[in-house]
């Protein structure tokens, strides 16, 4: 069993330097509390930036030195870096697309772009340089983007992790950034790619569909052969750790002070850090609202404000700063009185202590970022409640708001919404606080950190396994050795082979998939060879399939097995078959085509087939959805059936199947070497249809009835050149 290796922008400590000396305190943040149970056992570490920067060799040796016993491996950023991949990639671009925030703040330079990759780079050797084969490494969030997919290309045999900590957008939003494709080919190099919500999971995987040439099935991403798992892991917080501070003695000293300098106010509490994605002015808005049309709660309620400094020497940071000073001071001097103010803000850190206090005493915390991939805020309020009182009125647009459906819910845009969901919480009864917040304690106990990191990294293992279930049925080099051992050992042999998508890759045109000169090659090869009977088994019209390979040494089965043709033979079909269906399904066939454009209607002698390759990317499958449950009754007595494809829909006569068609050549001889390579859903047929022993292989490595896989139509070209080579 490997070690586990942490990757995070920031490494779980603070690190002062003074006097040329450094001293260090471990963070009080909540992932490093629940990583702790990770990265401070066996072998494990933790990778990641110290918080300062360190150009001196002899200070860098020192740092290192003084942080191997916590387990921590630092990497080294010059200013420039911290500015370019930090300040400007990592906050100025993708903060704000990933907070819905584009128009308003993003500046795309290719600057920023270029340290970003030179920082992920950094830490990508960081991590090679202590990396060994069984390891698993864990990366988070949005400042490593790119650090999976750079290990992957390196170390392709690593379990790799990623967890994205704030929010993944919408793809209309992604598609903003002109390195899109980039970033998202980084993420795929994870096993596992971790998200807050089920929402966060649904708009990675329509980025990644719709931005790079991948196929994805429910949460599961296929490149080449590998499967990439998308799933939502709500973050939690060491609950144990915020209920057990309000019971320490300097907690409760605090608490009793609180209640006595508050005893004749609501308090309604604010914790956030300085961010235009917290919501704060709208917040602001909506308690001068409050108190404009709810006179009876001036003198009657506080609001204690915390905003936690940050960035501020930023221009729109330090603006929204001054924003704020100013509605807190409108407020302020619209409605205090001699003896009340209505706002208490402060501009500051508070201690761990001082924060548990004033959550244990709150009436309401009040909690509306306009968006938060998760916000903890609202979980160590809720945790923090002992007594099971008070109210928490949490923002929809939180990933926490997910989980505390107990909560007050409200839209943080509406500031009405804001401004009743106060009321409702100042007027609420004791039994009905109780209730609610009983129900959210047992929540946030249960799902907490240490849950959270126990179930990423058991889904984590369990991806691998799929994996490696998966690599044991690949045609590798291995695997063909022995197959072509069985091919030379044989007598007499059969090869049923699709054409589109298998020995050609699929074409926009389906007039433009024609064969070319290399394939008649390995077509002459395989036929050349007295043993083999080879057969083109697909669902193209018997002109088409004529046309291309009536020179040639082949059995063509066409439209899936409506016509049939031996080699220097003529055409034949199933008898019995007619077309007069055809008349009721082409008008609803012609309708889909009118709604959709790019989509069109292929005709053959006995089916019909719905073409939407070229049409806009999910208009298609919702169109071809559509039309299934449009068709799947009026096909159902006619003896007929619908096939989806690879972007088509197929109807035919229910008697037309690969799988009866390949069964009616197999018992012709006595055949000791059955062989069958197909791509989609009709292929399944003759899967099923031929005996246990034959060699049936998939393209794509998608989840098939057939004993092996191959990736692409190259790979069914490699192989089978591989086995028309020398025999005995």
């Known amino acids: 069993m490997g070690k586990t290796i942490i990757v995070s922008n920031r490494l779980p400590v603070k690190i002062i330097q003074e006097n040329d000396k450094y001293s260090y305190t471990p963070s009080e943040g909540g992932l490093a509390t629940g990583l702790g149970s990770i990265y401070q056992e066996g072998d494990n570490l933790w990778i990641g930036w110290p918080g300062l920067e360190v150009t001196d060799p002899a200070q860098q040796k020192e740092v290192i030195d ?71 490494i864990w990366i988070h969030d949005y400042q490593l983007l790119l650090l999976p997919g750079m290990i992957r290309a390196e170390q392709a045999d690593l379990t790799i992790g990623f967890f994205l900590h704030i929010p993944f ?18 993420m795929a190099g994870a096993d596992l790619v971790g998200f807050h919500t089920y929402d966060d999971v649904q708009h990675f995987l ?81 308690i001068e609202l409050l108190l404009e049309l709810h006179p009876e709660y001036i003198g009657k309620i506080v609001i204690y404000m915390i905003v936690v400094p940050s960035r501020d020497t930023v221009p729109q940071y330090k603006k929204l700063r001054d924003e704020i000073d100013k509605r807190v001071g409108n407020i302020n001097s619209l409605y205090r009185t001699m003896d009340w103010t209505p706002i208490l803000y402060f501009y500051r850190s508070f201690a761990v202590e001082t924060i ?47 989980e505390l459906l107990d909560a007050i819910i409200v839209n943080p845009n509406n500031i009405g919404d804001i401004t009743r969901a106060i009321v409702k919480a100042l007027s609420m009864p004791e039994s009905e606080q109780k209730h609610r917040m009983a129900q959210m304690r047992e929540l ?66 389906i007039n433009q998939a024609s ?74 066939l012609h309708t889909y085509v009118d709604r959709t454009p790019g989509s069109f209607i292929e005709e053959k002698s006995f089916s019909l087939v719905w073409h939407y390759r070229k049409a806009q990317k999910g208009l298609g499958e919702l169109r071809a959805n559509e039309l299934i449950n449009n068709l799947v009754y009026l096909t159902k007595d006619r003896g007929l059936q619908l096939l989806p494809g690879n972007k088509v829909i197929e109807i035919k006569n229910i008697e037309v199947n690969k799988g009866k068609a390949a069964l009616s050549r197999l018992y012709l001889e006595d055949y000791d070497f059955v062989f069958a390579v197909g791509d989609d859903h009709t292929d399944e047929d003759i899967f099923k249809s031929l005996p246990e022993a034959a060699y049936t292989v998939k393209v794509g490595s998608t989840v098939s009835t057939a004993r092996f896989y191959v990736r692409n139509p190259e790979e069914v070209r490699s192989f089978l050149t591989k086995l028309s080579g020398s025999t005995k």
């Open 515 to 588: 064969p070319d000169e290399k394939l008649y090659q390995l077509i002459e090869s395989l036929t050349a060879d007295e043993k083999n009977e080879v057969v083109l088994i697909s669902g193209r019209d018997h002109q088409k399939l004529d046309e291309w390979f009536g020179h040639t040494n082949v059995h063509m089965i066409s439209e899936h097995g409506a016509w049939q043709k031996s080699k220097n033979q003529q055409w034949k079909s199933i008898r019995g078959l007619n077309d007069l269906w055809k008349a009721d399904i082409l008008p609803i």
């Open 356 to 402: 548990s206090a004033l959550y244990s005493m709150a009436h309401i915390g009040l909690v509306t970022p306009m968006r938060d991939g998760m916000n903890l805020v609202s979980k160590e309020y809720v945790a923090s409640r002992v007594q099971n009182n008070g109210v928490l009125i949490l923002s929809e647009m939180a990933g926490a708001s997910k």
């Open 206 to 286: 329509n980025a990644a569909t719709r931005i790079l040439p991948v196929n994805s099935h429910s949460n599961i991403i296929s490149i080449n052969d590998r499967q990439i798992v998308a799933e939502a892991f709500p973050l939690g917080i060491d609950n144990q750790k915020f209920a057990g501070l309000t019971k320490t003695p300097e907690v409760q000293e605090q608490i009793d002070l609180l209640k006595e300098n508050f005893k004749d106010y609501k308090v309604i509490l604010s914790v956030d850090r300085l961010d235009y994605s917290k919501g704060i002015l709208q917040r602001l808005q909506a």
């Open 169 to 186: 957008p919408s793809y209309e939003m992604f598609r903003l950034i002109p390195w899109r494709t980039e970033l998202l080919e980084g």
């Open 66 to 136: 003084e942080l191997k016993p916590l387990r921590l491996l630092p990497v080294f950023l010059d200013q420039e870096e911290i500015k370019e991949y930090y300040e400007g990639f990592s906050n100025e671009i993708l903060w704000p697309i990933f907070h819905y925030y584009a128009s308003i703040f993003t500046t795309y330079q290719q600057s920023n772009w270029d340290f970003y990759q030179q920082v992920n780079n950094k830490f990508k050797e960081a991590v090679l340089s202590v990396a060994e084969p069984g390891d698993t």
């Open 444 to 509: 946030v106990s249960k799902f907490n950190v240490y849950h959270w990191v126990k179930i990423y990294m058991e889904k984590l293992k369990e991806v691998k396994q799929m994996q490696m279930t998966m690599k044991s049925r690949h045609v590798d080099q291995q695997v063909a050795d022995k197959i072509k051992i069985r091919y030379d050992e044989a007598k007499k042999r059969i090869l049923f082979l699709d054409y589109d998508g298998t020995l050609v890759g699929f074409q926009t045109n």
